[in-house]
């Protein structure tokens, strides 16, 4: 987007648009040197800050000449922790939803699921656990975005990597 110094309008980029009575074809910024655009009284707007998310924060924009401003105002935060805690739950319920067969199984057949799943099974919920007490306990929403980052553990069927630093023997 672009300001017009001559007659305080805003510009954008394949619009058509009129300064000083002359009339500029929709792909002119586009084919326009910088130094055409500085002629007529174009200047590019800048941003100075950028947005924040928008899950956490209101997001709003201020243009004063050229400068353009996101004005990032948080949400209400019992809101944002109640999404937060759904949105832990929700991702818990669908990391473990695909091994949901082995407990079925188990039940059904009075027979025991692996040793392993169990463990990783437990590991998630824990993770869940932890990250929705970070979120009740959070005093702002800064805190719950950092509480819902969660590195989830790999399931037993998913191999690790461990890097190489043996040298192949000769």
């Known amino acids: 987007m672009f300001y017009s110094t001559t007659d305080g309008q805003y510009i954008q980029p394949g619009n058509q648009f009129t300064i000083d ?16 655009k500085e002629a007529i009284g174009l200047e590019e707007v ?13 997001v709003s924009t201020k243009l004063d000449k050229a400068t353009l401003t996101y004005v990032n105002t948080p949400k209400e935060l ?27 199984k188990a039940v059904e057949t009075s027979t025991t699921v692996p040793v392993d799943w169990n ?5 998630i919920r824990t993770q ?27 399931n037993p069927n998913t191999p690790s990597i461990v890097a190489d630093t043996e040298k192949p023997s000769v």
């Open 21 to 36: 009575g002359v009339e500029y074809p929709s792909n002119w910024l586009n084919l326009s040197t910088p130094e055409e």
């Open 46 to 58: 800048i941003a100075t800050n950028q947005p924040a998310n928008d899950q956490y924060y209101w």
């Open 78 to 104: 019992e809101g944002v922790k109640t999404n937060a805690v759904s949105q832990i739950n929700a991702t818990a319920y669908s990391i473990l939803l695909p091994s949901d067969w082995m407990v079925v």
């Open 119 to 123: 463990t990783w099974r437990a590991e």
């Open 128 to 154: 869940a656990q932890e990250a929705i007490t970070a979120i009740e306990a959070a005093k702002n929403v800064d805190e719950v975005a950092t509480a819902v980052q969660v590195q989830w553990a790999n």
